[in-house]
């Protein structure tokens, strides 16, 4: 077991939002009872996939201390992440744990020179002084690809969407984090330049010890970079383990479902979980029993009937009744 100052660990997780419906309002569990431990001395890539709606920005707010659990301890580095104040935020948290964001052209103001948010976060956090900072800069740059002189006094209009994603990748390396939390950060980008950011997400993680947490609807390069996913539907997780396990060898229906689903002509397409969706049913959120039993080829009455267990099975834990 390693040690609880150097793991992340979600203890049933769980976020409620109040919904209004007509004059009444209803709570529903975004993220329920999520449950998992990392290990930040071994890093990984550790991927959070889902169809749209199924808690994943939620969970990974919660993450970056944006959002607070309404139920469950998140922790980081054995301190909780809702109880930190803003000083020890500010100092420590905020360094440690980094964010990249899906639109890379949201995080920057148009009317700001780029690399004025390399200067600011690298001598804010004072990494490096006056005198060092353009060297410091540089050599961030240079581990996503780019460098200092392609990218000074330019406008993020200026940039192309894979250069601005790069700078936000770099602007998050520049305080050394161990945790880089990553939400649909490749999904604006196109096809051919998903898999060269996904593959330097790798290139960080052993060059520069830190780990993702990496959400994405994409399951292809989720296959391809991560070394451990969480399939998530309807806030729960179904499905979770190695990759190699999980997306070679799945066992929850609704993660067979989704392999079985992948157009394998379309390489663009494939395995994108927008693509198989059945439009968004809140009501698979309040229903008795298993979230899935609605559309779930191996349904069983007791699926309607209780909340399935989650249980080891074949190197992984699934949600399901099939392997209690
Ligand atoms: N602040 C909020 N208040 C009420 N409901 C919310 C709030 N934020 C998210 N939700 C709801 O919680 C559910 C999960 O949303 P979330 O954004 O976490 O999903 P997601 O998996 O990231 O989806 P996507 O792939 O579309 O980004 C959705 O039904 C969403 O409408
Ligand atoms: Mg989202």
């Not at 520049?174 to 330097?200: C, W």
Request: with cysteine; hydrophobic share 40%.
């Amino acid at each position: 077991m390693p040690k609880s100052d150097s793991v992340l660990v979600a203890d049933e997780v769980t976020k409620i939002f109040r919904v209004r419906q007509g004059f009444a309002s209803r709570e529903f569990r975004a993220v329920d009872e999520a449950s998992f431990e990392i290990d930040l001395t071994r890093p990984e890539i550790f991927t959070i996939a889902g169809e749209s709606g199924s808690g994943k920005t939620t969970l990974a707010r919660m993450f970056l201390g944006l959002e607070t659990p309404t139920h469950g301890v998140l922790s980081y580095k054995g301190r909780s992440v809702a109880d930190l104040g803003e000083k020890e935020k500010r100092n420590w948290f905020f360094k440690e744990v980094q964010p990249v964001f899906q639109d890379p052209f949201a995080a920057f103001s148009p009317l700001k020179r780029i690399d004025s948010y390399l200067y600011e976060t690298a001598l804010n956090y004072k990494m490096t002084d006056k005198r060092g900072v353009d060297a410091y800069i540089d050599k961030t740059l240079a581990e996503v690809g780019l460098t200092l002189a392609e990218i000074k006094g330019r406008y993020p209009n200026e940039l192309s969407g894979g250069q601005a994603q790069r700078v936000a990748i770099a602007r998050a390396l520049l305080t050394r984090p161990s945790l880089i939390v990553a939400d649909e950060p490749v999904s604006m980008l196109d096809a051919s330049l998903r898999m060269s950011i996904v593959n330097m997400f790798r290139k960080l993680k052993d060059e520069q010890q830190v780990t993702f947490l990496y959400v994405t609807h994409d399951l292809a390069t989720a296959f391809y970079s991560a070394d451990r996913i969480a399939v998530m539907l309807r806030g729960w997780i179904v499905e979770m383990g190695p990759v190699e396990q999980v997306l070679g060898n799945p066992k929850h229906p609704y993660t067979i479902n989704l392999k079985e689903s992948i157009p394998q002509a379309d390489p663009d397409k494939a395995w994108d979980m927008k693509t198989s969706l059945v439009e968004l049913e809140t009501d698979e959120y309040m229903r008795v029993g298993c979230r899935y039993a609605g559309r779930c080829p191996a349904v069983m009455d007791i699926c309607r009937q209780k909340s399935p267990p989650t249980v080891e099975h074949e190197g992984r834990q699934v949600k399901c009744f099939l392997y209690e």
